[in-house]
Nanobody, 127 residues
């Protein structure tokens, strides 16, 4: 059984930084791409950032480009999301997810291409 456990969320002021972590178990982590998504109240879940299975390819949504950085440590089966210069519009529940296709050559931002999800961690940014 695949398990993903996110941590690192919290309440911060605009301009602050947070680092989210997602620890994975139950699947050979190193051969699957990973993604971070977020869902704000009343909105659909949206792609934030993704990283390929080797870590060499990353893809960020336009809304976070230049502020958020995704990375992974395959030895620890963990993926991270470093979030800098946070804005109130970044407020959401953040989820990590595992790509359903091993050894995918790139990053797929389509949430339907991810088959396991964490429980989510709340990020709240005050103005």
């Amino acid at each position: 059984q695949v398990q993903l456990v996110e941590s690192g969320g919290g309440l911060v002021q605009a301009g602050a930084s947070l680092r989210l972590s997602c620890a994975a178990s139950g699947r050979t982590f190193s051969v699957y791409g990973m993604g971070w998504f977020r869902q704000a109240p009343g909105k659909e879940r949206e792609f934030v950032a993704g990283i390929s299975w080797k870590g060499g390819i990353t893809y960020d949504a336009d809304s976070v480009k230049g502020r958020f950085t995704i990375s992974r440590d395959n030895a620890k089966s963990t993926v991270y999301l470093q979030m800098n210069s946070l804005k109130p519009e970044d407020t959401a529940v953040y989820y990590c997810a595992v790509d359903k296709m091993p050894w995918r050559s790139g990053v797929n931002p389509n949430l339907h291409e991810y088959d396991y999800w964490g429980q989510g961690t709340q990020v709240t940014v005050s103005s």
